[in-house]
């Protein structure tokens, strides 16, 4: 079977382009398409469409994979291509492009030219969030709205160049909204992605809602719990007797309180970076820093990080000090001695996610009769029960068990990883030769013959010993002027056809369309190519030194007699989360008896996730667990 794989980044963008490119040239038996919602490349483990291709290979099912180009594939960087690429091959899949070059051949050109891609990659991704970022950091000191739900009580409101509102959005649930006009009249927005749009040059920003009832249960909110001896929890609950209707959730609850009462937008600052879910660049400590290796979603800033406009964006719908006194109360509450858990030692539990519903599985010490038994179980199962929304058996497996297996992980791939850097720190020439073969094999790109490469090599690459920046420093400096004129020819193609379109008949416009954009295609690729690998390549071997060192300090903080975080620390800085997969005996009424047998849960697979974005898979020999 030959099959082709489609991903745009979100529901926002549309697959056709990339269809109609495979589709003149192959004939396809079955396609895999991620469209839907967001698909970002470093994060196939998330894509559905691309998970299902997967399957289909390990079943042997696909022959041929066809792609419009390498980036549209998708991955995470240089590790996980090769993990991938090692994965359709044991499968006997070829990956190919729309040209027919085949991008999983185990010829030093191809593995080059695909791992300086998936570098290229990883590196257009970190420049593209860097940024994004500083553009929202500057304008959320403006006062501008950088996205997401509206506080609730607060509206989100466009204003033109003049600083007069032209319409605002009044959000009446999850993904429905209103689109209200200053005389009143409304227009309805339902569904993802389908927003009011605003002009190019008006702005957005938040305001309280013309809603005045949302506003004034801000007002009780903050008033309750600054005069009473209540918490979050017991508002969320009055809210819900009441009959106050929550606009993004079912229902209250005290996390949804307790994030309105942190919130500065009600003393009109509406405020930006509260939270902190990216995945290559975060503003901490007044700066823009990377991503720390281990990082988890949803993580929490201290004030200090915060950014907000300098002085209040409107009056303030919380009494200045009725504000300070919530805040007072909350620092107190929060700083209050906790317990320790009972199931401190059960140290996996924050990797630990159920494989078929995905929610974070529970920690139980376990204590039955006159023994312990340490372990986890569904957190979907603990909060519902037998009767659950997503089917859910208990599904508990022991804690010895998976400490065993992510032992088993640690040992497997540490001598995989010092294997890499010490090729990638081999400093004989001879180890450039796949670099040399994959500039020389895309000579025709750059408009170079096979004889000019071949001077250039023997005039500059006569010696004996060397390194690896060399090699691609002295590539660079040859290839850059050559591309250079070549983007700079292209562009000035384009210039000639954009001066004439005005006088062009409608079909030589639309053949001066097509040409226009093969030139900028042309453009983007060469683009793409104009990048000094040095620079890349010593990140590589950083990268390959700090997992290194993490996986070693992971093997020996596991092997020693160390406390339950220290363990979760050193793995935190390897793994990003591990999903346990089950199987079900069937549930069987036996006659004459009233209770049902049957029904267990046992472990069927285990899945670690390397903060690489790696996944690997443990299937065979699995110690039993079940309910």
């Keep these: 079977m030959i099959a082709a794989y489609v991903r745009v980044s979100s529901d926002k963008q549309d697959t056709d382009r990339q269809e109609q490119s495979i589709g003149a040239s192959w004939k396809i038996d079955r396609w895999f398409r991620d469209r839907d919602g967001k698909n970002p490349r470093d994060m196939p483990h998330k894509r559905v469409a691309f998970q299902q291709l997967l399957e289909a290979v390990r079943a042997g099912m696909i022959e041929k994979i066809v792609v419009d180009r390498q980036d549209r594939f998708g991955v995470k960087d240089a590790y996980q291509w090769g993990q991938i690429i090692s994965q359709l091959r044991e499968n006997g899949t070829t990956l190919v492009d729309v040209g027919g070059h085949v991008l999983?051949?185990?010829?030093?050109?191809?593995?080059?030219?695909?791992?300086?891609?998936?570098?290229?990659?990883?590196?257009?991704?970190?420049?593209?969030?860097?940024?994004?970022?500083?553009?929202?950091?500057?304008?959320?000191?403006?006062?501008?709205?950088?996205?997401?739900?509206?506080?609730?009580?607060?509206?989100?409101?466009?204003?033109g160049p003049d600083g007069k509102e032209k319409w605002r959005t009044v959000y009446i649930g999850h993904l429905d909204r209103w689109k209200v006009y200053p005389d009143g009249s409304r227009e309805r927005f339902t569904g993802k992605n389908n927003t009011p749009q605003k002009d190019a040059h008006d702005t957005m920003r938040i305001r309280p809602s013309i809603e005045h009832e949302r506003v004034e249960w801000i007002k009780k909110i903050f008033e309750w719990y600054a005069t009473e001896a209540i918490s979050p929890g017991q508002i969320a609950d009055r809210l819900n007797s009441l009959l106050v209707n929550p606009i993004f959730a079912k229902n209250w609850y005290k996390v949804l309180v307790s994030g309105i009462l942190k919130n500065p937008a009600y003393i009109g600052l509406p405020t930006y970076n509260k939270h902190g879910g990216s995945r290559f660049y975060e503003f901490i400590g007044g700066k823009i820093q990377e991503v720390q290796r281990n990082a988890k979603m949803g993580r929490k800033r201290n004030q200090e990080d915060f950014v907000q406009p300098s002085s209040p964006e409107y009056p303030p719908i919380v009494p200045q000090e009725t504000w300070n006194t919530v805040q007072r109360k909350l620092i107190k509450t929060s700083?209050?001695?906790?317990?320790?858990?009972?199931?401190?030692?059960?140290?996996?539990?924050?990797?630990?996610?159920?494989?078929?519903?995905?929610?974070?599985?529970?920690?139980?010490?376990?204590?039955?009769?006159?023994?312990?038994?340490?372990?986890?179980?569904?957190?979907?199962?603990?909060?519902y029960g037998k009767n659950n929304p997503t089917g859910c058996h208990c599904h508990r497996v022991k804690h010895d068990t998976l400490e065993r297996i992510v032992l088993d992980y640690l040992?497997?791939?540490?001598?995989?990883?010092?294997?890499?850097?010490?090729?990638?720190?081999?400093?004989?020439?001879?180890?450039?030769?796949?670099?040399?073969?994959?500039?020389?094999?895309?000579?025709?790109?750059?408009?170079i013959t096979w004889n000019k490469m071949e001077l250039f090599l023997e005039d500059n690459l006569s010696t004996k010993k060397g390194n690896l920046e060399t090699v691609?420093?002295?590539?660079?400096?040859?290839?850059?002027?050559?591309?250079?004129?070549q983007?700079?020819?292209?562009?000035?193609?384009?210039?000639?056809?954009?001066?004439?379109?005005?006088?062009?008949?409608?079909?030589?416009?639309?053949?001066?369309?097509?040409?226009?954009?093969?030139?900028?295609?042309?453009?983007?690729?060469?683009?793409?190519?104009?990048?000094?690998?040095?620079?890349?390549?010593?990140?590589?071997?950083?990268?390959?030194?700090?997992?290194?060192?993490?996986i070693d300090n992971a093997l020996a903080t596991m092997k020693r007699e160390s406390s339950g975080r220290k363990k979760a620390e050193a793995l935190g800085q390897v793994v990003d989360r591990i999903a346990c997969y089950f199987r079900h005996t069937e549930v069987k009424?036996?006659?004459?008896?009233?209770?049902?047998?049957?029904?267990?849960?046992?472990?069927?697979?285990?899945?670690?996730?390397?903060?690489?974005?790696?996944?690997?898979?443990?299937?065979?020999?699995?110690?039993?667990a079940q309910d």
């Design 104 to 159: 999983s051949a185990d010829d030093d050109t191809s593995i080059l030219t695909g791992t300086l891609g998936a570098i290229t990659s990883t590196r257009e991704q970190k420049e593209k969030a860097h940024r994004n970022l500083t553009g929202k950091i500057v304008k959320a000191r403006a006062g501008e709205y950088q996205g997401g739900y509206a506080p609730y009580g607060c509206d989100v409101v466009c204003f």
């Design 411 to 447: 040992e497997q791939t540490a001598p995989k990883i010092r294997e890499l850097l010490k090729a990638s720190q081999a400093r004989d020439l001879a180890a450039a030769q796949p670099l040399i073969d994959a500039w020389v094999a895309a000579s025709s790109q750059y408009a």
């Design 487 to 550: 983007i700079a020819d292209k562009e000035a193609e384009i210039n000639t056809i954009l001066d004439g379109f005005g006088g062009l008949s409608p079909a030589l416009k639309g053949r001066a369309n097509k040409r226009g954009e093969a030139l900028a295609a042309e453009v983007e690729q060469l683009q793409e190519r104009l990048v000094d690998l040095r620079k890349p390549y010593a990140r590589l071997k950083e990268e390959m030194s700090a997992r290194r060192e993490a």
């Design 472 to 485: 691609y420093g002295l590539m660079y400096e040859y290839m850059k002027p050559r591309i250079e004129k």
């Design 589 to 624: 009424q036996r006659k004459g008896k009233k209770r049902e047998v049957g029904g267990k849960s046992f472990l069927d697979g285990v899945e670690i996730t390397a903060v690489s974005g790696e996944v690997f898979s443990f299937t065979q020999e699995l110690p039993s």
């Design 335 to 383: 700083t209050k001695p906790h317990n320790a858990p009972n199931v401190a030692e059960l140290w996996l539990r924050s990797f630990l996610v159920c494989g078929h519903c995905g929610a974070p599985m529970r920690a139980s010490i376990g204590k039955y009769k006159d023994t312990t038994y340490p372990s986890y179980f569904c957190g979907t199962y603990g909060t």
